[in-house]
């Protein structure tokens, strides 16, 4: 018996998931992605994350960056030592991607915040 507790939802229900004979079966869930977070959580646990990589900028040294996708739980130290050993070298907006197709899982590293211009308004 594992307790879980769902984050597919605000409702955050307190899961019981119990894995029988290959079956698994969920209770304590309000809706039916409860059954689903915990069937992953007990099988493949995937996470999606978000950091921040280093420019080049000045005015900017840090920008927000994350994963376009879920990427495997076990995975992202992985992922997160490759967004700190790249550096931003370019302008970009919100969306484009920073590292295409991390490690080959799928996903790729996005910016979340515009970087345009270092001209102040």
Do not use: W, Y
């Not at 992605?33 to 900028?57: C, K, N, Q, Y």
């Not at 927000?64 to 050993?85: G, N, T, Y």
């Amino acid at each position: 018996m594992r307790k879980l507790t769902c984050i597919t939802c605000p409702n955050g229900c307190a899961l019981m998931a119990e894995q029988t004979d290959g079956e698994i079966r969920v209770s304590g869930n309000r809706c039916s992605r409860g059954v689903d977070f915990a069937v992953s959580e007990l099988t493949h646990p995937m996470r999606t994350i978000s950091g921040t990589m280093r420019t080049v900028f000045p005015e900017l040294p840090v920008a927000p960056v994350r994963v376009s996708a879920e990427i495997p739980k076990e995975r992202i130290f992985d992922v997160m030592h490759e967004i700190s050993r790249m550096e931003i070298k370019t302008r970009m907006r919100r969306g484009d991607v920073v590292i295409a197709n991390v490690l080959g899982l799928g996903a790729d590293v996005i910016v979340t915040g515009d970087m345009m211009s270092s001209k102040k308004p």
